[in-house]
């Protein structure tokens, strides 16, 4: 069973500035088998990347994935103060879901 | 408009039983996988189950043999049959559409609100 951790645990960060989170896997994943995950207080996650680095629809182009292997990464170039929030990532395997233990941004 | 809808939570005694629904619209659910995701109060996001669009289940160990997901193709819903309750098992539960990125690998497009299960005495 692959293992996700990520980093940093907590992210202060301004808005405009640039936001760059990692997820690492316990061994190589599938090319494209991961997703990104937002979630704010109080709601449910909401979907951002899936396939490492194809945007959900409606989310802003802010918002990237990239990476491969077991080094994952999602940037988002200019925060806005909406996307103060907590992120997960997440892979797919053995008919299992596995995520993150999640990576909070805040100001 | 997909939407998923979640109810039955509640506070519930440990050893006690509880089942949730997931009331799905937009789609349907036994054309495709569907999952539930719990969080604990302060924690992150845990995978309980998964029923693939042919029937079969699986389980996260934490939950195997408490727990029982199914689905009612005429009302559009799933569920989650939970037994023999535990105060670990107190959490938000959410219900999710699974997509299929290809043949072998899902992510999680569409989300419930969640609805809120508490095992205390």
């Known amino acids: 069973e692959i293992v996700l951790t990520q980093s940093p645990g907590t992210l202060s960060l301004s808005p405009g500035e640039r936001a760059t989170l990692s997820c690492r896997a316990s061994?190589?994943?599938?090319?494209?088998?991961l997703a990104w995950y937002q979630q704010k207080p109080g709601q449910a996650p909401r979907l951002l990347i899936y396939g490492a680095s194809s945007r959900a629809t409606g989310i802003p182009d802010r918002f990237s994935g990239s990476g491969s292997g077991t080094d994952f990464t999602l940037t988002i170039s200019r925060l806005e103060p909406e996307d103060f929030a907590v992120y997960y990532c997440?892979?797919?395997?053995?008919?299992?879901?596995?995520f993150g233990p999640g990576t909070i941004v805040d100001i | 408009e997909v939407q998923l809808v979640e109810s039955g939570g509640g506070l519930i005694q440990p050893g006690g039983s509880l089942r949730l629904s997931c009331a799905a619209s937009g789609f349907t659910v036994s054309s495709t996988y569907m999952s539930w995701i719990r969080q604990a109060p302060g924690k992150g996001l845990e995978w309980v189950s998964i029923i693939f669009s042919d029937g079969r289940t699986f389980y996260a160990d934490s939950v195997k043999g408490r727990f029982t997901i199914s689905r009612d193709n005429s009302n559009n819903a799933l569920y989650l049959q939970m037994n023999s309750l535990r105060a670990e098992d107190t959490a938000i539960y959410y219900c999710a559409r699974a997509l299929p990125y290809d043949t072998s690998w899902y992510y999680l497009d569409y989300w419930g609100q969640g609805t809120v299960v508490t095992v205390s005495s």
């Open positions: 997440q892979h797919f395997g053995s008919s299992i879901f596995t």
């Open positions: 061994q190589s994943v599938s090319s494209g088998y």
